[in-house]
């Protein structure tokens, strides 16, 4: 597990007060996160901003276009910062990234090849947004992929359902986080 990588991705202030339904998600992707920890794994955190103006955004992209009108993910804005109950802690990556995917306009490939990581596990908000897009991005780049399912939330359940339990297994070991800290755990 050593050249792993937990990615918290998009759990930020707003966003899970979008997205938050109450079944104890935080608690779950704390849980994930200090697991990660204790077994010596990567916590890298993940996080959509754009610059004030909104210079990265093209009229032509209906979901920046959209983001941009919801007044979401402005750099410096406290409902862009990460959610205080899974806030990083000293020694831990932050990378901002511009787009839906963790590698779409940020650093993130320079710091998992800094650090010599071939696996990555992928937590985050929204399964149909971040997660889909990071999963996909990182199959062709070759990485080993985990999903924590119950560490991934989306607005609609049915289709986080759909992707964790019909499309992502076809890419990735898709698992809980109980079930993946019984088996990073330090012995």
Not at 10 to 26: P, T
Not at 80 to 95: L, N, R, S
Request: with cysteine; aromatic share 4%; hydrophobic share 45%.
């Amino acid at each position: 597990m050593a050249n792993s990588a937990l990615l918290v991705m998009d759990v930020q202030r707003d966003i899970v007060a979008l997205a938050d339904d109450g079944s104890g998600y935080l608690p779950r992707l704390r849980g994930a996160i200090d697991g990660a920890r204790a077994a010596g794994i990567s916590v890298i955190y993940v996080v959509m901003g754009l610059r004030p103006g909104d210079p990265e955004v093209s009229p032509r992209s209906k979901v920046m276009a959209n983001i941009v009108r919801a007044g979401l993910f402005t750099e410096g804005a406290p409902g862009t910062e990460i959610h205080d109950e899974v806030a990083p802690q000293q020694g831990d990556v932050v990378v901002t990234k511009r787009r839906g995917s963790a590698f779409s306009g940020s650093d993130l490939d320079l710091v998992l090849r800094a650090r010599d990581i071939d696996s990555l596990v992928l937590t985050g908000i929204a399964t149909s947004a971040v997660v889909l897009s990071t999963l996909w991005h990182a199959v062709d780049l070759d990485f080993g992929l985990t999903v924590l399912a119950d560490a991934c939330l989306d607005t609609d359940p049915e289709v986080h359902r759909m992707l964790t339990e019909k499309l992502f297994p076809q890419w990735a070991d898709v698992v809980t986080v109980e079930d993946w800290l019984r088996a990073v755990a330090p012995q």
